[in-house]
């Protein structure tokens, strides 16, 4: 995959297109999976922004983009849907978590995690049986 900006701008719009889609369809997986690759191709945008400033007609786009995908982005939906909030906290990673798509501990009700296997926040208690997973690979 390539990390040049316009490249990356014209796979966000195919990912809106593609949760559109996903959504007239009412197929979570695909509406999680979607959304996860909007919040990775934003998040490295936003790292090539810092490095270089994008030019304002690709941030035009970026934004208007976000504004078509927004009704699934996490900070906007809070019921079914959020970020894990360990995967955030040690690598700064928004992973995606949605109880219709991933299995939900049985101990403490949260969802668990498919990347690190958190479920409850330790802010909130955390949970005895968190069932840890480590990964090889750390990007
Ligand atoms: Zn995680
Ligand atoms: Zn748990």
Redesign the pocket.
């Known amino acids: 995959m390539s990390d040049d900006p316009l490249e990356m701008v014209e796979r966000l719009t195919e990912y809106v297109d593609e949760l559109a889609e996903a959504r007239s369809q009412n197929k979570p997986g695909a509406i999680k999976g979607r959304t996860q690759l909007i919040l990775n191709v934003l998040e490295k945008l936003r790292e090539a922004h810092s490095t270089s400033p994008l030019s304002l007609g690709l941030i035009d786009r970026i934004q208007k983009e976000k504004k078509r995908a927004a009704l699934e982005l996490p900070e906007t939906s809070g019921n079914y849907q959020s970020i894990c909030w360990d995967c955030y906290k040690t690598r700064g990673i928004k992973v995606l978590l949605d109880k219709r798509v991933d299995s939900v501990?049985r101990?403490?009700g949260?969802v668990?995690c498919p990347e690190c296997g958190a479920?409850?926040d330790p802010k909130f208690g955390g949970?005895p049986?968190?069932s840890f997973k480590v990964k090889g690979k750390i990007s």
């Open positions: 501990c101990t403490c949260w668990q479920c409850r949970c049986d968190r």
